[in-house]
């Protein structure tokens, strides 16, 4: 089998994944690299041979010796790169999240509907390990029928990753609750069956707004993303625009009757994502969430406390980044678009991720009233309800 051919567009932090498509021999290559940097466009361009290199994405969409793009640029370009990739019938690999209004999603997923073009979104979570032992535990039926879901999300380095560049500024991604939050959110969906109808969220700017910040148009500081900042008072050199959140919690209804919630907080000292799930007839909860890591499932009792659970898991050993999941995503993403065929992610589910994230939002900025999710149109559905697409 020849390899597949990939253009990549962005060669930011996320080259990483563009790294794991890069497989001469065995299965995929970079082909052709795109940035709208010219320094990183040079710099990263060394890591997949000899490449075909330009700034503009157009460049990479007519060429017929590219099978494939991989968009991963910041989230305010996805639904424009998106439209135009599909437009040109390149099967197409999109970071997630798959936009940042539920507008920009639907206008994606119509593109693909209507060009018929393989559209795949890149929710590597539902490829880490310890995603993918809770929802064997839950299919198993250990813990019943799941009724409750519950997410706090430790972001550790929030201050580093997510306030010194475009991450901040709400015109480029509506807020982290949305950015952020789109992988859990999503990964709630799965672990419960049902995707959110209502919303509601309180959150607020509480550390990172009054901290100094760069000037506009000036890079990240020397050193990122490599080093860190402890306090998290002690930042200095922020991103000229910071007007999201760094707490946010949120509620949300599902349509299958389950409820959930889901916490952020990005001036915690560790970075870690801890979910429980509780069904009819017992309960789970992770401890860690990389390889090496357990989920434990308690489903006798009631007692009190027991840290021994009833059964504990440990998550699988996996290596390359996003704890091998970027490797599984990537071989997933490249069988798809050779041949179609199921996958484990969903571009609607992709969609009800961004749209609970999106109305959460509004939610918190207007004093924490609920917010109905806009369902999705019922012929888009139906559409990518077929699993050759
Ligand atoms: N799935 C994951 O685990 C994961 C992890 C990190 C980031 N992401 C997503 O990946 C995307 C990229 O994030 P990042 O952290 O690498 O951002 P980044 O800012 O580090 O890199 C983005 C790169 O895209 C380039 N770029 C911007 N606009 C462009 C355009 N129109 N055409 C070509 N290049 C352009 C920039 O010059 C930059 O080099 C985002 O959507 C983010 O949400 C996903």
């Given at each position: 089998m020849k390899d597949l051919r990939f253009g990549v567009v962005g060669l930011g932090l996320r080259v990483n994944l563009a790294e794991a498509a890069h497989r001469p021999g065995r299965g995929s290559v970079v082909a052709a690299v795109c940035d709208t940097d010219p320094e990183t466009l040079k710099r990263e361009a060394a890591r997949f041979g000899d490449p075909v290199t330009s700034p503009d994405h157009r460049d990479l969409?007519?060429?017929?010796?590219?099978?494939a793009i991989i968009v991963l640029t910041p989230d305010d370009t996805h639904e424009s790169i998106a439209v135009e990739c599909l437009q040109a019938g390149k099967p197409l690999y999109l970071e997630?999240?798959?936009?940042?209004?539920v507008e920009g999603c639907d206008a994606v997923l119509r593109a693909a509907r209507d060009t018929g073009t393989r559209l795949y979104v890149g929710h590597n979570m539902r490829h880490m390990g310890v995603v993918r032992l809770m929802r064997d535990i839950i299919r198993r039926g250990d813990i019943g029928e799941p009724k409750t879901v519950w997410v706090r999300h430790f972001v550790g380095y929030g201050g580093d990753y997510y306030?010194?560049?475009?991450?901040?500024d709400r015109t480029r991604t509506t807020g982290l609750l949305l950015q952020k939050a789109a992988h859990d959110l999503d990964v709630v969906h799965w672990l419960a069956g049902g995707y959110t109808t209502r919303v509601n969220a309180f959150g607020d700017l509480m550390v990172y707004g009054g901290l100094p910040r760069r000037e506009p148009g000036t890079p990240r500081?020397?050193?990122?993303?490599?080093d860190h900042t402890w306090p998290p008072t002690a930042h200095r050199d922020l991103h000229h625009v910071v007007d999201v959140e760094d707490v946010s919690v949120m509620n949300m209804v599902l349509d299958n009757g389950v409820i959930a919630a889901y916490q952020q907080c990005h001036f915690t000292p560790d970075y870690v994502r801890n979910y429980t799930v509780i069904g009819t007839e017992g309960r789970l909860e992770n401890f860690g969430d990389g390889p090496g890591a357990t989920v434990k499932v308690w489903?006798?009792?009631?007692?009190?406390?027991?840290?021994?659970?009833?059964i504990t898991y440990r998550v699988p050993d996996a290596t390359g980044s996003h704890g091998g999941a970027d490797t599984r995503i990537i071989e997933e993403f490249a069988r798809f678009a050779r041949e179609g065929g199921p996958v484990d992610t969903s571009p609607v589910a992709a969609r009800m991720s961004v749209a609970a994230g999106y109305m959460a939002t509004r939610s918190l900025r207007d004093g924490g009233a609920p917010y109905d999710v806009p369902p999705l149109d019922p012929s888009l559905v139906a559409y990518f309800a077929d699993d050759r697409r």
């Open positions: 969409l007519g060429r017929d010796d590219l099978d997630k999240p798959l936009a940042i209004t306030f010194k560049d475009w991450h901040a500081p020397d050193g990122w993303p490599r489903n006798t009792g009631p007692t009190g406390y027991r840290p021994d659970a009833d």
